[in-house]
């Protein structure tokens, strides 16, 4: 039985990784929850892989043998908007992340820390969920904050400024950056499910991002929302 996303049609997953005992072991795993997946080991492969079609998630590792994953996940933000991008890898800098979020990472694991449940991890993601690790989501945080890594008293956060975005706008914006679902947005707000995505939408187009961990990563650099 294949997973299915919300158009009744099979979730389709294009997995980037060049480590192939990795991949095989993804790829198995993905599979046997009824996925549809096609692998790639380079830039190269990647590419080739998305000229046949968008798949609805991509998995990406960042080291390639002949580039960068940011390469592909800005690439394939660009081309196709609607995939979940998600990235799974041993760089954990502060530079990597942040660099994959700004092009449009819509997740980031560590394989050190990878859950052992991919197919549910997945499954997250297409839910509307932003599956991080928890190392990357602190320090994130405490970047957003505007602290120094040892600093004991942390410098007080930017003044609050709501002007740009609705208060319907900041409740669903609090709503992303808690990780929920548009369901579950949707649900504690009294709102239908066919609303969420259009107030979404306008968030996106007011702060100037694409993806939902720009967004909450642009709202708190603005004030708009403390975490």
């Not at 990597?96 to 990472?105: D, K, R």
Request: hydrophobic letters at 40%.
């Amino acid at each position: 039985m294949s997973e299915q996303g919300e158009t009744g049609e099979a979730i389709t997953i294009l997995l980037v990784e060049d480590d192939a005992p990795t991949c095989w072991r993804l790829q198995d795993a993905l599979v046997k929850a009824g996925y549809e997946v096609r692998s790639a080991g380079t830039l190269g492969e990647a590419r080739s892989a998305l000229s046949d079609g968008a798949p609805r998630v991509l998995l990406t590792d960042l080291r390639l043998p002949d580039g960068h994953g940011v390469e592909l996940i800005r690439e394939t933000r660009q081309r196709f908007p609607d995939t979940e991008i998600m990235v799974i890898s041993a760089l954990g800098d502060e530079e990597s992340v942040i660099s994959a979020i700004t092009v449009g990472a819509t997740g980031y694991l560590l394989k050190d820390a990878f859950p052992t449940d991919i197919a549910t991890t997945v499954r997250d993601l297409v839910a509307g969920h932003s599956p991080i690790s928890a190392s990357i989501a602190r320090f994130i945080v405490r970047r957003t904050q505007g602290a120094a890594p040892n600093s004991a008293e942390p410098p007080p956060g930017p003044a609050l400024n709501t002007a740009r975005l609705t208060p319907r706008e900041i409740d669903i914006l609090w709503g992303i950056a808690k990780g929920f679902s548009y369901a579950e947005i949707a649900s504690h707000l009294g709102l239908s499910r066919q609303t969420v995505p259009g107030h979404i939408k306008n968030i996106y187009r007011k702060l100037e991002v694409h993806t939902r961990s720009e967004a909450v990563f642009e709202a708190v650099q603005q004030g708009l929302i403390k975490l």
